[in-house]
């Protein structure tokens, strides 16, 4: 084998699936794109740390307000070879460890808010990608000013699971 195979940028993708039992179903991409393949290995392992990603979390929250009788969500992480279409990882989250990462979810009693605000932007802002922001500095600038705020009584995502 050519060792020039692990240095030769490829497609990858790094998708969520919610499991249960023997039935997936992708909840989120988490990257897609061109890696070396120890790049992509790399980005895998960091999700080895025992603690399932957010977007888990926010997808359990909403499947248990869904589907309250359901217990025993599971989740993967996958690294799949896009040329291959083939899992080449995994990184697996057992009901027990989602279990308790819900119930930490819930004991910190969150509450969220739908904020509308007029952003004034100038000069290099205006070519920052929206997560780039500095958003401590747009609100010391007078930069952020919120017209309207409403609390939630479900956190809205494009992600709603349906059973």
Known sequence: MDMQYFYTPQQWVVALYEKQGRT????????????DPAQAFEILSEFGNCYPPRQAIDYGVEFQKV?????GLEFEVRLIRQ??????????WDADTV??????YAA???RYYLVTAEIELSGEQLDEDFDDLDWQEL???????????QELDVLESDNQPER
């Open 139 to 149: 609100i010391a600038t007078g930069c952020f000013n919120p017209v309207d705020m």
């Open 67 to 71: 589907n309250p009788e359901v217990k």
């Open 24 to 35: 997936y179903r992708e909840v989120a991409v988490i990257f897609s794109g061109e890696l």
């Open 83 to 92: 040329a291959t279409n083939k899992v080449v990882g995994i990184v697996l």
């Open 108 to 110: 910190k009693e969150r």
């Open 99 to 104: 279990q308790c990462c819900l119930e930490d």
